[in-house]
Nanobody, 118 residues
Framework: QVQLVESGGGSVQAGGSLRLSCVAS????????MGWFRQAPGKEREGVAT???????TYADSVKGRFTISKDNAKNTLYLHMNSLKPEDTAMYYC????????????WGQGTQVTVSS
């Protein structure tokens, strides 16, 4: 049974930093594709960043240069390091997994709230 548990959200001022974590279980973590998504009130969910089993990463244009996705296979943990946060980064952030490694995400965490004030 795949489980994803996010943590690390909170409230920060613009320009601040946060690190989100997602602990995964129930599948072979090292071969999976993992990702972070976010959804702001009244908006559609959008992709933030992905990382595949080879460590290749993708980022949304809106976060390039500010956010970094990484993973620790030994700890089955996915991270999102967020720097230079802006009010428009305010959203619920979700961890997602594709154990098959194709980045077709079918498993989701419960989300962690990030609020950035100006």
């Amino acid at each position: 049974q795949v489980q994803l548990v996010e943590s690390g959200g909170g409230s920060v001022q613009a320009g601040g930093s946060l690190r989100l974590s997602c602990v995964a279980s129930g599948y072979t973590y090292s071969t999976a594709c993992m990702g972070w998504f976010r959804q702001a009130p009244g908006k559609e969910r959008e992709g933030v960043a992905t990382i595949d089993s080879a460590g290749r990463t993708t980022y949304a244009d809106s976060v390039k240069g500010r956010f970094t996705i990484s993973k620790d296979n030994a700890k089955n943990t996915l991270y999102l390091h967020m720097n230079s946060l802006k009010p428009e980064d305010t959203a619920m952030y979700y961890c997602a997994a594709d154990p098959g490694g194709l980045c077709l995400f079918g498993y989701w965490g419960q989300g962690t709230q990030v609020t950035v004030s100006s």
